[in-house]
């Protein structure tokens, strides 16, 4: 994609992302591990947000896609206030937010701090608190002493490396066992055919949230992606309903 924005973060890097006016609550959809904004499911919200006249807001992570900066560096708090900040800078009152995969843990830490901005959220496969279930004990301990682990990737030729600074910035976040303070509805899309993150972990998800308003869809035959013509349209149907 080439029609992205730049927002200019307080540390010098710019971030991109699209942002499409439009009804209130705005939708924010919070790309994967080591995704952006060009993959299908993030362009189907848009395209749903376009058909539906709703705000919507796509971004990369700094060190992913089109944003400056390296991977190496991020972190789920330093990706954190970068969402919040560019929802503060275009001024969107009230949002519901869309995490993939990682993108659904993130999205539980920027909704506590949007607090009542955030309306909903929707997760995707969602994984938090994976820096502990998702490794072995011998990975943790070479994350433990400041290493990188490499891992392989079942989506591209390159291992996928887990940094140091992510993991530990992770273990700070998990949210599994301390609860997860939001009372807005929740909706958790997973497929009982993924290899990467645990069906269960949706369910143990829908344990920890505070709100009453949250239901699990398990798909049998889906997979992490989720990615599916099936799959997005069960998607789009959710937000038409939220």
């Not at 009982?192 to 972990?201: F, L």
């Amino acid at each position: 994609m080439t029609d992205f924005s730049r927002f200019a973060l307080p540390t010098g890097q710019s971030m991109a992302y699209r942002f499409l006016p439009g009804d209130l609550p705005a939708v924010v959809f919070l790309p994967g591990y080591m995704s952006d904004m060009s993959g299908s499911k993030a362009q189907a919200v848009w395209a749903w947000a376009q058909d539906s006249g709703r705000a919507c807001l796509l971004l990369d992570y700094t060190g992913c896609g089109q944003s400056d900066g390296e991977f190496r560096d991020g972190s789920l708090s330093k990706w954190r206030d970068e969402v919040v900040a560019l929802v503060d800078h275009l001024g969107l009152e009230s949002v519901q937010i869309i995490g993939s995969s990682m993108g659904g843990w993130l999205m539980l830490l920027v909704a506590e701090i949007l607090d009542e901005r955030a309306t909903a959220l929707v997760g995707i496969a969602p994984a938090p608190d994976f820096t502990e279930w998702g490794l072995s004990q011998s990975q943790r301990i070479e994350l433990a002493g400041g290493r990188t682990i490499f891992e392989d990737n079942p989506y591209g030729s390159d291992p996928t490396p887990t940094h140091a600074l992510f993991w530990s910035d992770g273990e700070r976040n998990k949210r599994l066992k301390s609860g997860v303070a939001f009372d807005g509805p929740v909706r958790l899309l997973h497929g009982q055919d993924d290899r990467d993150v645990p069906w269960e972990i949706s369910l143990r998800l829908a344990a920890a949230l505070r709100s009453a308003d949250v239901q699990v869809h398990l798909i049998k035959d889906g997979d992490h992606r989720l990615s599916r013509e099936s799959d997005i349209a069960l998607l789009l149907r959710e937000l038409d309903h939220l």
